[in-house]
């Protein structure tokens, strides 16, 4: 398995465990994933971070759940879709991010959708430039949605897909 962090800094030779900027409410016993860590995402959903770092996505994929015709009707022939404002579309083709990876034996699987976290210092293996971010989803069988705002949205919480929500507080129209 690969494992990857992705960041807008080309140049860290070492990444040390550190608090989540804005801590998120855990369940019971899992608090400590507000403290300091080093965060990794498996090769099967490294799309969810193929954004510049501040940029309001939503992402959604079926789930073993997930009705045949649900599936088709919100993927289509992807394995994945990602959402982001209209907006931020020439930003994805301009900047460039820096895809580290990492090696895996440093980490522990969150079970959660491909996250990993490590509670030491961690040396990445090797750096990856990666421009014209809207390039990268299609070889991954992720469609990228560009839509005018992200709060329409707010119902695919209510199926039985997998939804995940980034940086929402950064989304134009996200109450």
Same mark, same amino acid.
């Given at each position: ?11 860290? &030779? ?19 994933? /507000? ?9 099967? +959903? ?7 770092? *501040? ?21 289509? *022939?992807?394995?994945? &879709? ?23 034996? *440093? ?26 971010? *809207? ?22 919480? /209510?199926?039985?897909? +997998? ?6 507080? /950064? &989304?134009?129209?996200?109450?």
């Amino acid at each position: 398995m690969r494992l990857f962090h992705f960041s807008d800094d080309p140049d860290i &030779a070492i990444f040390e465990p550190r608090s989540v900027r804005i801590p998120s409410i855990r369940p019971a016993g899992r608090e400590w994933l /507000n403290g300091p860590l080093v965060w990794a995402i498996d090769g099967e +959903h490294d799309f969810m971070y193929l954004f510049p770092r *501040d940029c309001p996505r939503i992402l959604i994929w079926a789930t073993p759940e997930t009705p045949e015709t649900e599936r088709r009707q919100w993927l289509g *022939d992807f394995r994945a &879709a990602a959402y982001v404002e209209r907006h931020w579309l020439e930003r994805l083709k301009a900047e460039t991010i820096h895809r580290y990876e990492m090696p895996a034996e *440093d980490f522990e699987d969150l079970g959660d959708t491909g996250m990993w976290v490590s509670r030491e210092r961690v040396i990445p293996i090797e750096r990856i430039a990666i421009s014209r971010l *809207d390039q990268e989803f299609a070889p991954r069988g992720v469609e990228l949605r560009v839509v005018d705002g992200l709060r329409p949205l707010k119902g695919l919480w /209510n199926t039985s897909l +997998h939804v995940s929500g980034i940086r929402l507080r /950064n &989304a134009r129209d996200w109450e």
